[in-house]
């Protein structure tokens, strides 16, 4: 969660601050960012603001700041498992433990040409097998090279 912004760095308090010290910091950080006091343009003033009322209401009430802590908790864990499960640019699946390949899925047009290709490939060999059986000629024939 290094580069991750929590609320916990919006707020610029530990992750052990105690609610007076949330209360604090957000008193702060609301006469700094208020759109009606500050020199910051509207837009950003507003986003700001939104996001450190955001960050006080969830981590000031305990129930969802417990459910935030442990969701929290479980990024940190399957990052660092990640990072552990990277081999050679495959990626162990936990729930299998089998190499899978670090691929994205075809797009709906490389399905299509699949397809067309397939279907171009078929056609042609039931062409030569129609044209050869018309012709008289057999299909296993030798080639001329062979004759020599």
Not at 16 to 44: G, Q, V, W, Y
Not at 49 to 77: H, P
Request: proline share 2%.
């Amino acid at each position: 969660m290094k580069g991750e912004i929590t609320y916990y760095k919006i707020l610029g308090v530990n992750e052990n601050a105690t609610n007076h010290e949330l209360r604090k910091a957000f008193c702060k950080l609301s006469i700094e960012l208020h759109p009606d006091t500050t020199t910051l343009e509207l837009k950003d003033a507003k986003d700001k603001f939104q996001k450190v009322l955001e960050a006080y209401e969830n981590l000031s009430n305990s129930n969802s700041r417990k459910i935030y802590d442990e969701k929290i908790r479980e990024n940190s864990k399957k990052l660092n498992s990640k990072k552990l499960n990277i081999v050679n640019n495959f990626i162990i699946d936990a729930s299998n433990q089998s190499l899978v390949a670090n691929r994205r899925p075809f797009s709906n047009g490389e399905i299509f040409s699949l397809f067309l290709l397939i279907i171009i490939i078929f056609v042609s060999l039931l062409l030569a097998i129609a044209i050869a059986s018309f012709t008289g000629k057999e299909i296993e024939s030798i080639p001329t090279w062979l004759l020599r």
